[in-house]
């Protein structure tokens, strides 16, 4: 099945540097690609999400990037701020119903 | 539109003890699922129902059974409580777009279970 690893597992920047998490994924035929966050005591929410068909997409501060062939895909945080601070998780899936998540990156950013 | 919404929120049960977490949704989505989520794993899949009236495994479903009660309801029950399964559950749905892809999942906001 399966299987999506991710990293840093922890990562520390200075507000307005810029953050960067990796995730790689085992299963050639996922197709699509989420990033949720999950702020300390809440529900993890969608942020940004890409489909195999595309390279990159990029929402205000936040972009995705994949690599098909390589099979890994990367968050882009730019200019980070204190409210960015959460734990962010990466998740794959293909054709079926199966989203498999990361293990998850804690974001600290410090003001 | 209330969601997601799942109960308990809390739980504390003693090992062997049995109980069901229940879920409902108001979005008219097809698809639901439970996770469980411990602390360096992540969200890992226990398991999920495509549509109502069906249901299948996911990556940890030892210990735990599933009812789709109709469209909007999905409960998790633990027949025989172990401290391992001291977990923070979520519920969560999703739906199903043009094509049957599905869209981004929708999650409740959790039920804490601890079994002593």
């Known amino acids: 099945g399966e299987n999506v690893e991710q990293h840093p597992s922890t990562l520390s920047v200075q507000e307005g540097d810029s953050a960067v998490i990796k995730c790689t994924y085992s299963?050639?035929?996922?197709?699509?690609f989420p990033w949720y966050k999950q702020e300390l005591g809440k529900r993890p929410q969608l942020i940004i999400d890409?489909?195999?068909?595309?390279g990159e997409k990029k929402d205000q501060r936040i972009a995705v990037t994949l690599n098909k062939t390589a099979k890994h895909f990367s968050l882009h945080i730019t200019e980070t701020q204190p409210e960015d601070s959460a734990v962010y998780f990466c998740?794959?899936?293909?054709?079926?119903?199966?989203?498999?998540f990361g293990a998850g990156t804690r974001l600290f950013v410090k003001a | 539109n209330a969601g997601v919404t799942q109960t308990p929120k809390f739980q504390v049960l003693k090992t062997g003890q049995s109980m069901t977490l229940q879920c409902a949704q108001d979005?008219?989505?097809?698809?639901m699922y439970w996770y469980r989520q411990d602390p360096g794993m992540g969200l890992r899949l226990i398991y999920y129902?495509?549509?109502?009236?069906?249901?299948d495994k996911g990556e940890v479903p030892n210990g735990y059974n599933v009812s789709r009660l109709n469209k909007r309801e999905f409960s998790l029950r633990l027949e025989s409580a172990a401290p391992s399964q001291t977990s923070v559950y979520f519920c969560?749905?999703?739906?199903?777009?043009?094509?049957?892809?599905?869209?981004?999942?929708?999650f409740g906001e959790g039920s804490r279970l601890t079994v002593l």
């Open positions: 129902s495509a549509s109502e009236g069906t249901t």
């Open positions: 998740a794959a899936k293909g054709g079926g119903f199966k989203t498999i």
């Open positions: 969560a749905s999703s739906e199903v777009l043009a094509g049957g892809r599905t869209g981004e999942l929708f």
């Open positions: 890409i489909r195999s068909n595309v």
């Open positions: 979005m008219n989505h097809n698809s």
């Open positions: 299963d050639s035929a996922s197709n699509y």
